[in-house]
């Protein structure tokens, strides 16, 4: 993090502008707005700077800039047209270790302007750290559009609520959780319709009828692991809950969309090194639950496809816990798609089947002739442990030797890798390319046109379309 984003409170403090040109005014006018008590150096003033010192706001000082000049402001920015003297400036306030921004010089700047969205006082600030101001803007055009503008009366509304509910409700987590209702409630809605006095009212029922806070589980699958994957409910939960616990399969992009004070517990488990219990992971889900916590239960792809989702929601029922589930897309359908793989197609596969590569505890094979049959897609999860085993039970119950397989590893990633070649390689690619987990094995005829419809990452006749999401 190349700068500390903060929030400054400037109002009634001294703040120098040397410069009052057409960006010196911008400038001003931002500072200004904040409260800032505001001096201008410079050799001529526009009308609207000679203005606000007619109307108190602003002190003009026509003349050169010198160093003196910054003594006793606790910011300054340099905003000529001249380099020379906003080096001098920058030179001055640095060597007193006051904050400067030179404008349009990243370089000798100790803070910078970022692009603002204000629905005071709620304020939104994006910055490119001064490598890409346009593209800052640009991203401040698309927020501007989405964020309502009763954000600012709705966050005045409940602010001014604020000592009243740390009265009534004690620990953080409770507050948090009544703060939730509230913003899920019709008061949003008053406020929308700027019935304030009606938002108020309802607002003050809600606090009366405040009940002691109730623990809930949220089951959410993340997906593959491409954060752009997470469906809007998964997110919502994942920014509502005071504990997270979590898998290794949930990918470092997704583990930065949780919210930033929620307690994380990762239970992962890895083949081989079971790092956690299931038990232990059962018992801790119902333990924060009764203690009154919201508890996001993360896994990788789908809760509910090789994800024991159904085991953890069991131990939940003879406490009466509340829960939801909120599916994931699967590894199947996530690392097939952007490995350029049709699970099913007309003329290749009518039929999938998605199995995992452990075999139960009591030894029992899967059914290796059914997993075997010709036109249909095998997606083997869990597999790489057992890939020469899989391979040669395949070929035994008569699936062809050279029936198209593909190996992906961290699909849907930025480093996803993917392997294709024919079912008697299949133990021979995962061993030469070193595949990793987490990493799916998939099966059958539809593979042979992963060559022609990959789309993303590089390829050797276009570049990889990128999701509309991403087009600034």
């Not at 593209?135 to 964020?147: H, S």
């Not at 097939?336 to 995992?356: E, K, M, N, P, S």
Request: one cysteine or more; hydrophobic letters at 45%; glycine letters at 6%.
């Amino acid at each position: 993090m190349q700068y500390l984003p903060i929030f400054a409170q400037l109002n009634n403090r001294p703040v120098l502008l040397v410069g009052a040109g057409h960006v010196a005014l911008r400038k001003a006018g931002t500072l200004l707005k904040a409260g800032a008590r505001l001096t201008v150096v410079a050799t001529y003033f526009s009308d609207e700077f000679k203005e606000w010192q007619q109307q108190g706001k602003a002190t003009l000082i026509e003349s050169r800039f010198a160093p003196e000049h910054i003594d006793g402001h606790v910011l300054v920015i340099a905003a000529t047209d001249d380099d020379a003297v906003n080096q001098s400036v920058f030179e001055a306030a640095d060597a007193r270790n006051i904050l400067v921004n030179t404008v349009d010089d990243q370089p000798n700047c100790s803070f910078i302007f970022p692009a603002i969205i204000d629905r005071s006082p709620i304020l939104i600030a994006i910055s490119s750290a001064g490598t890409a101001p346009v593209l800052a803007r640009r991203l401040r055009e698309k927020l501007e559009a989405i964020l309502p503008a009763h954000l600012g009366p709705l966050a005045q509304l409940v602010g001014s609520f604020r000592d009243k509910v740390k009265q009534k409700i004690s620990g953080f987590a409770g507050r948090r959780q009544f703060w939730e209702r509230v913003f899920d409630s019709s008061i949003v809605r008053e406020v929308q319709a700027n019935r304030l006095d009606l938002a108020q009212q309802q607002l003050e029922a809600l606090l009366e009828r405040e009940i002691p806070t109730q623990g809930e589980v949220y089951l959410v699958g993340s997906g593959p692991g491409d954060p752009e994957l997470l469906t809007l409910k998964a997110l919502q939960l994942m920014q509502q809950a005071d504990v997270v616990v979590y898998d290794y399969l949930v990918s470092e992009p997704i583990m930065q969309l949780v919210r930033r004070d929620a307690e994380l517990i990762c239970v992962g488990k890895k083949a081989g090194a079971h790092s956690v219990a299931q038990e232990e992971t059962n018992n801790l889900l119902v333990s924060l639950a009764l203690s009154g916590k919201k508890v996001c239960r993360l896994k990788g792809g789908d809760p509910f496809i090789f994800g024991r989702g159904a085991e953890e929601i069991e131990v939940l029922l003879p406490h009466k816990i509340p829960f939801q589930v909120v599916p994931g897309i699967t590894a199947a359908a996530g690392c097939a798609a952007y490995a350029g793989i049709a699970l099913t197609h007309r003329d290749y596969a009518q039929a999938v089947q998605f199995v995992t590569g452990h075999c139960r505890k009591d030894g029992v094979e899967p059914d290796w002739q059914s997993l075997s049959r010709p036109n249909q897609t095998l997606v083997i999860y869990m597999g790489l442990m057992k890939v020469e085993h899989i391979q040669q039970q395949l070929l035994a119950a008569g699936r062809a030797a050279d029936i198209p397989v593909a190996v992906i590893e961290n699909g849907t990633r930025a480093d996803q890798r993917v392997f294709t070649g024919q079912l008697s390689q299949l133990a021979t690619l995962v061993a030469e390319h070193q595949v990793q987990s987490p990493a799916l094995l998939i099966i059958g005829e539809v593979v042979a046109l992963q060559q022609k419809l990959n789309w993303f990452g590089d390829r050797p006749d276009q570049q990889a379309q990128q999701p509309l999401t991403n087009r600034i």
